[in-house]
Structures are given as C-alpha cells and as structure tokens.
C-alpha cells in the first residue's frame, strides 16, 4: 500500500484554510474515488487529473484503486483548485516524488487535460495567506496568476509554473522554480490625481464642486439631484480624482477583493493602477446580491468593490427597492456580513457613497430653462421620491440641486487637491479616521461646537424634521468644514461651519409644494 500526503489550501472570503490532500494507491477495481465534501467541480477533478497526469509524460496507475480524501471532511471544497495537489499525490503515492520535497510547501491549481495549469480565482488572497502562515515555506501557484502577485513581493515563497511537468520537474530537483516577476516600478504613484477626466470640463456648477471638496475630505455620502444634462456624472466621475492614493494596506485589501470576484488574473492590479481608489457605477438593474454580495460561493459585490474608492449610483430611485434598502447596514457599519448555511463572511465595504436622481419623472422638475418645463403631477413627483425611504436619505451626508449654467464658459478652476489631502490629514492625526467614519460616542469628544451652532442645528432640526442621525451627520460634516477652513486646533466650530454644512444638504428639503399637499 502506498500513501501521499500533499498541502493545499480552500477559500473561505478574504482568507484560506489549509487543506490536507491524502492519497492511497491500493490493490483493488481500478478506479479513482474523492472524499471530504467535495463539490460537483472537484469531483470532476477525476478525469482532468487523470488526462493531464497520461499527457504530461507520466504513468497513471490505472490497474489501481486510488483513494484521494480531502481533510478536514467538514469543510466543504469547491472548483478545480485541487487538482494540482490531487496529481502530485498521485504521482508522490507512485514513488516519483520524494516525500521530502512536498513538505513545508502548498498547491493550488487547476489542470487542462493537456497538463497545463489555469489560472484560479482570487490567486491574490492566496498570496496573502501564504504569506501570513509562517509554517508554510513555499506556495505553488499558476504562472497565468502572475499579474495580480507581483505587487506581493513575496521572493521566494511563492513560485509559479505553467504546467504539471514544469512542477515535478521542480520537485525532483531536475529544474528550477519560476518566481513571480517583480512590478516596473518601485512605489505606487504618490497621489490618484491624474485624472483622464478634467473638472474644467463641469461647467459651472460650484457648489457642487465644493460638495465633492467636502464628500472627498471628510469621506461624506453625497446626493446629486437635478435635470437630465446638468453634469451630475460628470462630478461623480470627476471624484475619484480628489482621493488620495490608497495606502499599502488599503491597496491589498482592494486587490484581494477584486481577485475574489474575479474568475481570471486581476490585470488591473498593475503598476500604474497599485494606488488608485476603485471607482464603481453599477447599471440600475443590478440585483441585490450583486449589489451587496451573495451567491454560492458568496463573492463581493459591487459595494465591497468599491472599498476605498467611490461607488456611483446613478438614477438612484431606479434602482430595485430592496437593493437599495439592503445599503443601509453596511453604510453605517462599512462591511457586509453574508450567511449561507455552510458559509458566513465579513467583507469589507466602506466606499465613498455617491449618487444621483433627476427631480421627478420627466425630469424637469423645478428646473429654470426656457423651453423645458416640468409635465408631472404633484402626485406623480412625490411617488418618485417616494421610491427612496427616509432611513436610506438619512444616510446621505450631502445633498446638492444642480441646475443648468445661465451660460457656458470654461468652467472655474480645479478643486484644491492639496486642500483635501491638508483636511484628510487633519482629520486623521486627530481621531485617527476620517470625519464620516467617527462613531457617534466619540462626537462629543473630538468635535467641539459652539452654542450658537448648536442652536442653530438643533432650529433647523425641529423645522425640517430631522433625526438624530442626520443631526451627528451634519456635525461631522461641519468639521470637515472646518477642517477645509484650516480652523485652528482646539477653536470652536461656529455658526458659519454650521450653516455652510445645513446649505450642504439643502437638496433633501422637500419643495414647498410638496409639503403643502
């Protein structure tokens, strides 16, 4: 009787769980058995093993009974990233491996039946994970996931190779392993801000430029509303560009999501796009799960996608209701907690929450211009705002009417990138996070307001009817105001920081046409 014992590793969200790939060659009815709750894709791993074993040049033992077990059985397994490790314990269970190469080394990869090795899906996670396991010595990937590993920086443990026989080759010291190649460039750009998309290209339109200013310093949820052609996508768009470049850690995290929605190499994770904030715009039509996360195997959605970066909602009251609905926790939390029966997962999702709305129906609603004028009905105009509930408006921190320029011009001049960057910093040594993410316990003890501006908020509150939670989102809004404003540390935010922060969310405030009827 002869026996193989090969490393592997399962996905399970943003992390892998080791994987024992057991196999025993016995005298017995020729045939090849997998156990340890494996899923219809590694049962299948029988006749791909078996072909790209025969085609790369070695024997399957085919006048024996092989038995592969996946440990541990109650962890359920899931696509063909098995079968490099089910075809070197076949070929170690045969005496051409010697035993002592597989030890302290890991493998993940699926096999055509030609011997190659396919990519698989969130190589970057295994990465990370091999390179947090200090037990483990090498990690042994497909070299078609080379792309999105090479920001890893990981030498020599993890290697990569095209094709079975390239891995045996390795093992039996007949041939070197293939290393991840290492990115062109040394460090990631310095900042996000070479933008392709000009802000002199948004004609007009200053105060919702000046939202941007204050939704990109303080990481504010921001609402655009107005007529169709007014620019509202094109200062979405235009965002991203005020962002910081992401840090080390915030980059991994973005890569290893999208290497986790993705079924081939991230491509994207390359030298020149390493630092920047992912910018997500899904259609309306986008179903909850794709939206939030979901399926089986659960995969991030557009939301988690978005993770420090911005995520664009465009035609907002377009959108499905419970999609929509199913925001509202991950807004006020920044992650997504999926359940399935044999799976739960914490994803994170914290982007900068973008979105817009036309006024009405047509469209036209309230809007100044000579030949266009609104055809909808009271009734019709508030059931259309009526698609978004009153929990989910709370949740955004800005909320700005734009309205066609009285005339074109070449628009004012760019955003002050680097008084973002003054206002993030500000923020950051003082709370340690950004102004929209400090928790509502911590308020009080970090921002400091002047009576006179909390009269103010707590008038506008009773006459407009707004919640608590609006209340300590406008008071972190009105820091970051300040924080524009270069207000000296330890001075009170006034009454000005508190009504430039009210006029920020003025576009929320229902007409008084609509409040009449």
Known sequence: MSIATVASRSLSGLATSPVRVEVDLSPGLPNLIIVGLPSTAVREARERVRAAIQNAGFSFPSSRRVTVNLAPADLPKDSGRFDLAIALGILAAGGLIPPAALEGRAFAGELSLSGDLLPIRAGFVF?????????????????????????????????????????VAALQGRGPWQRVPTPRLESPPLASGEPALCWED????????????????????????????????????????????????????????????????????????????PYRAPHHSVSTAALIGGGQPIRPGELSLAHAGVLFLDELPEFGRAALEALREPLETGEVRVARVHD???????????????????????????????????????????????????????????????????????????????????????????????????IEQYVRLDPKAKRLLAQTAEHLGWSLRVQHRLTRVAQTVADLSDLPAGALIGVSEMAAAISLRRALDPPAALRAG
Not at 136 to 157: D, H, I, Y
Not at 250 to 262: F, G
């Open 127 to 167: 990465g990370l994970s091999a390179l947090a396991d200090e037990g483990l010595r090498q990690l042994v990937l497909p070299a078609a996931n080379s792309a999105e590993l090479t920001r890893l920086g990981a030498g020599e443990r993890i290697v990569v190779a095209a094709h079975l026989a390239e891995v």
């Open 202 to 277: 948004v004609q007009g339109q200053d105060e919702a430029k000046r939202a941007a200013v204050v939704a990109a310093a303080g990481g504010h949820s921001l609402l655009l509303t107005g007529p169709p052609g007014v620019g509202k996508s094109m200062v979405a768009q235009r965002l991203p560009s005020l962002l910081p470049a992401l840090s080390p850690e915030a980059a991994r995290t973005v890569a290893a999501l999208q290497s986790l929605q993705h079924g081939t190499p991230v491509e994207a994770i390359g030298d020149l796009d390493w630092a920047r904030p």
């Open 344 to 442: 739960r997962q914490v994803l994170p999702a914290a982007p900068l929450l973008v979105a817009a709305m036309n006024p009405c129906p047509c469209g036209f609603y309230g809007a100044n211009h000579l030949t266009r004028r609104c055809a909808c009905t009271p009734e019709q105009v508030a059931r259309y705002r009526g698609r978004l509930s009153g929990p989910l408006l709370d949740r955004f921190d800005l909320a700005v009417q734009l309205s066609w320029p009285r005339k074109a011009g070449s628009g004012v001049a760019q955003p002050n990138l680097e008084a973002v960057a003054r206002a993030r910093a500000r923020a950051l040594d003082r709370q340690g996070r950004l102004n929209a993410a400090l928790p509502v316990g911590d």
